[in-house]
């Protein structure tokens, strides 16, 4: 097993250098193809989208199978806890076996997960089905540390930036996916046509990505207990978990509670102009490829700062006029925009802070920092259609702003004692 980081191994308890011989069978001695990096963000995009497709539905579902307005926001919810079980559960096993074959396995899972969601006719069987949507997702965070592992030491930030475009990209983008096709049709279509693409994404898996086995073998309750070892231990890891947890909270509660605004009588959109609206939000996603070069020219304080302050000051933007004019659909959209852009720029730049903690290890650190924010995300979901219900949008983004004003906290008690980012093994 390889060396875990110690709790009084330096000032940052970075781990102990990696062993020299790669986690995997695959080389990075010349760079990593364009097209390799564009397949990889393009089968991240895919794969993510179906944590969200149900985002902009929740009105529409909850309404057909008979859940409560209180309760709607568990459609969402339940997808992002499978999706942190998964994170914690499955994505360390690409440390242990071949990657390419967990990916195909892991995408299965979610077809068939996708496929129950298209004909449940009751709360509990969808429910259920989201709850394993989530946990089929996480082939998203084999990808992408399998992606930092081909990457040279110089480049690693903008070749995770570019992937990590693709999957925002797709997360962005599958709300209005989602919205138009239920406009056209039902809302039950967006998962059988996601069905269908997984099964095509698993057959180009196989046949574009190389075989990828790890070297160092170790027992799987020890790759969990390791997990835990890292985030108590390793002060970078904890860190960076943490700031984009405080973020995503919100960037969850505001997509989720958002289209329920839109909805609702201050605008009385339907489902297509739903789809515009988280449309020209997906402009955000930008963000990941500018947050990798930064991090490459070691600017990761200053854009760190800049990425957590942007998401409370999206929030604040969005009471500026009265509700239901053009303009507050002005500044919706630009709060969306930056709110993602924040969201998306500061999660590039933690994976590039983290990928370079250890080689052998980079499934489980890219599994214990996303389990930690997409728990916070779960929260966010759940709190965001509690509030919504009962205090509106004004409710909705005082609670979204709280998440982000304590990470913004924490980042400033950094000064008292910096981080030091360690070079990649």
Known sequence: MPSLPAKGGGRDAAPHPAPKTPATNATHATPVSGWLILFLATACGLI??????????????SAELGLSPRAAGLIVTMTQVGYGIGLLLIVPLGDLFENRKLVMTVIALGAVALLASGFAATPG??????????????????????????????????????????????????????????ELTNWR??????????????????????????????????????MARLMISNRILRRRAL????????????WTTVP???????????????????????????????????????????????????????????????????????VLVLGAVMLDFGLTCNMVLGQRAIFSLGAA????????????????????????????????????????MLFPGLGLLYYLSEYLRPLEMPKAP
Do not use: C, K
């Open 361 to 400: 290890y980079r499934n489980r650190i890219n599994g214990v920092y996303m389990a930690t924010f997409f728990a916070a995300g779960a929260l966010g979901s759940a709190v965001g259609g509690w509030a919504f219900a009962h205090g509106g949008w004004m409710w909705a983004t005082a609670v979204g």
């Open 260 to 330: 329920l605004l839109l909805a609702g009588p201050d605008f009385n959109m339907s489902q297509a102009g739903i789809a515009l609206f988280a449309l020209a939000g997906a402009a955000g996603a930008i963000a990941a490829p500018i947050g990798g070069r930064m991090a490459d020219r070691g600017w990761m304080r200053p854009a760190t700062a800049i990425a957590m302050a942007s998401v409370p000051v999206a929030l604040m933007l969005t009471h500026l006029g009265t509700m239901g004019s053009s303009f507050s659909l002005v």
């Open 48 to 61: 993510a989208a179906n944590l969200y497709y149900s985002q902009p539905l929740v009105g529409p579902i």
């Open 189 to 226: 279509v967006i998962f059988f046509v996601s069905t269908a693409v997984m099964i095509a994404l698993m057959v180009a898996v196989r046949v574009v990505l190389p075989v990828s086995r790890p070297t160092v073998r170790p027992h799987y309750f020890e790759l969990l207990a390791s």
């Open 243 to 254: 700031y984009q947890a405080s973020l995503f909270a919100t960037f969850s509660l505001f």
């Open 125 to 182: 069987l969808f429910l259920t089905a989201a709850l394993f949507i989530g946990i089929g997702s996480v082939a998203v965070q084999i990808l992408v540390p399998y992606a930092a592992h081909l990457a040279t030491d110089e480049t690693r930030g903008r070749v995770v930036g570019n992937v990590m475009s693709g999957l925002m990209f797709g997360i962005m983008l599958s709300r209005p996916v989602s919205s138009f096709l239920t």
